[in-house]
Every structure is written in C-alpha cells, then in structure tokens.
C-alpha cells in the first residue's frame, strides 16, 4: 500500500485500521493527522476519484481495513446501503428487483439495489453501487428476512411472501405485472401454507388495487372461501374496474366481485 500512496494517504488507511473502523468522517482527520479542513477535504476528494474509498455523503466515507490487489476498490451493494441508512437513522429492506433475483424468479441480475425506507427518497450512488431509495411510512416496513454476507453485513431483504405482495402492489414501480401473477401460482402449488400468508401481507402492505387483483387470482387458484372473505370484506362495491393486468388493452371480461376488468387474453 505504501508504494502507491503518498504519506497522507497511508496515513488515513493507518488511521481507519487501528481504529477497525469502515467509516471516515469529515473532521476525524484534521487532528489525527495534523493538516487543515481543505487538506482533508482534498484527501478525500483525492482517493474518491482513484477508487480507494467510497462517499456516501458529504464528509462520510467508507474505508476499506485493505485494499485489494490492483489498488482499486469498491463496497459491496449490502455495505453501501446498509452505511447510508445507519447514518439517516432509517429503517430499511431490500425490495423489488433484487428480492425478485434472490428468491429466483427473475434470473436477470438487477443493476441497481431497490430498498424501501423511511427516511429518503431518489437515487443515490456510492462508489460504483447504484441505489433507488423508496421512501414509505414506517408501518409499510416489515415482514424481512435477515442474510449474513461473507464480509459480514447485514442484508435486509423483504421476505418471501412480502415480495410477492410488492410485486403486485409495486408493478408500475418494478415492471412486474403481469409475471408476478406466475410466480405466486407456483408459489401456492409448491406450498399449502403460502396463501394464508399471502393474505395475511395483502391485508397489512396491500392497498385495494392489490387486494382486487390478489383475491381475483387466489379465487382462480381455488384458495379456500375463508381466505378470499377476508379480503372480500376489505373493499367495497363500485362500478369502477381495474384492469387485471395494466399495461394491456383494457379489454375482456368483468369481474363483479372484485371489480376486476379481466383482460389477460386481450
């Protein structure tokens, strides 16, 4: 590391090690190493723009304890977000097309991490990882599953069930529909206890387009009349219909029950 940094650069990877911290923030390094506000600032500017640490914001920057071979390096996507939402204080998860890819429905590799939040919204990029930020109330979070990754980072994904609900709930958001209606009828053929908890997350992060257009599908898979009641009782009548699947002609057959215009085959 020495041989391809100057003295002040080895002297702030020095100073992250014995610290054993991944983050540097603005200011720390005025007195530990004894240079001024714009020496620091141009420091880190300096190792941004090679590859050698990663900002995450103004004055926070994440630090690798080595760098790799080559001289170059970069967070992992888990490393990145999980960093950004500690220092917003936010509650997150994982969502959309990248649990889409980690329960193997989608095998195209997403390139960006889609994570709901309840502290900021829009893009954000943090070395070369790309972030989508979906700023939602913090009673749409909830229902995750938690997957150490090897550089031991919490993942916090949305879980199973969750992340089929979001895929109808989320389809403009995500381009999901009309493909997550597959999924959860493989879902449900593969286990008998997944429409309880298909309805149970429909109820609490569902809103009534997604209860309609689940409890149309449910109906079709045959899923037990106690289930489908419960949804049933959470809408109410109306002459306006949704189409089954958005993005195609809004032509076919009506369904009453749930105001459904029904227009798979159009």
Not at 205 to 219: A, C, D, F, M, P
């Amino acid at each position: 590391m020495s041989a391809a940094l100057g003295n002040l650069e080895t002297q702030l990877f020095a100073f992250a090690q014995l610290r054993k911290s991944e983050t540097v923030r603005a200011g720390e390094l005025t007195q530990a190493l004894g240079i001024t506000p714009t020496q620091e600032k141009e420091l880190f500017s300096r190792l941004a723009r090679r590859n050698l640490i990663a900002r995450v914001r103004r004055g926070l920057y994440l630090v690798p304890q080595r760098l790799p071979p080559g001289g170059k390096w970069s967070p992992s996507e888990f490393l990145a977000l999980a960093t950004l939402m500690k220092d917003r204080n936010a509650q997150y998860q994982i969502c959309g097309p990248n649990a889409f890819y980690r329960y193997r429905w989608n095998e195209q590799v997403p390139n960006r991490v889609y994570a709901y939040n309840n502290q900021i919204s829009g893009e954000r990029k943090i070395g070369p990882v790309a972030l989508t930020l979906i700023k939602v109330d913090s009673g749409r979070l909830g229902e995750t599953d938690v997957f150490q990754t090897p550089d031991g980072t919490e993942a916090i994904y949305s879980s199973r069930t969750r992340s089929l609900v979001d895929a109808v709930y989320d389809w403009s958001r995500f381009g999901s529909l009309p493909q997550a209606y597959e999924w959860i009828r493989v879902e449900l053929a593969g286990d008998e206890k997944s429409a309880p908890r298909i309805v149970r997350s429909t109820l609490r992060y569902g809103n009534v387009g997604t209860i309609r257009r689940l409890g149309k599908l449910l109906e079709i898979e045959g899923v037990e009349e106690s289930l489908l009641c419960k949804l049933e009782r959470q809408i109410s009548r109306s002459t306006a219909l949704i189409p089954w699947i958005p993005t195609f002609p809004k032509r076919g057959s009506v369904d009453r029950r749930w105001g459904v215009l029904f227009n798979e085959q159009a």
